[in-house]
């Protein structure tokens, strides 16, 4: 069992930046990949970045350039910095990691941005 812990969400103005945290719990098992994912009211959840124990890394094109996901494998923590953020940014953004093929979740940070 691995259990995720988010942090670094909140109101931010449009153009603005937020860091997002998520720390994983140890795992007897090494962490595959790790990523966030976000969901805004009345929509699926969507795949945001995600990043590999390699360092290989994924974006969804609506934050490319604007976003950067990055990963401490030490620490069993990865990051997502959001820079130029847009009211469509708006969300709750979910941390996901993949154990064995197994995926975790975290709870959720709510992160709003205002016009």
């Known amino acids: 069992q691995v259990q995720l812990v988010e942090s670094g969400g909140g109101l931010v103005q449009a153009g603005g930046s937020l860091r997002l945290s998520c720390a994983a719990s140890?795992?007897?098992?090494?962490?595959?990949?790790m990523g966030w994912y976000r969901q805004a009211p009345g929509k699926q959840r969507e795949l945001v970045a995600v990043?590999?124990?390699?360092?290989?890394?994924n974006y969804a094109d609506s934050v490319k350039g604007r976003f950067a996901i990055s990963r401490d494998n030490a620490k069993n923590t990865v990051y997502l910095l959001m820079n130029s953020l847009k009211p469509e940014d708006t969300a709750v953004y979910y941390c996901?990691?993949?154990?064995?093929?197994?995926?975790?979740w975290g709870q959720g940070t709510q992160v709003t941005v205002s016009s």
């Open positions: 990043i590999t124990s390699g360092g290989s890394t």
């Open positions: 996901n990691a993949e154990v064995r093929y197994r995926h975790y």
């Open positions: 140890k795992s007897s098992f090494s962490i595959n990949a």
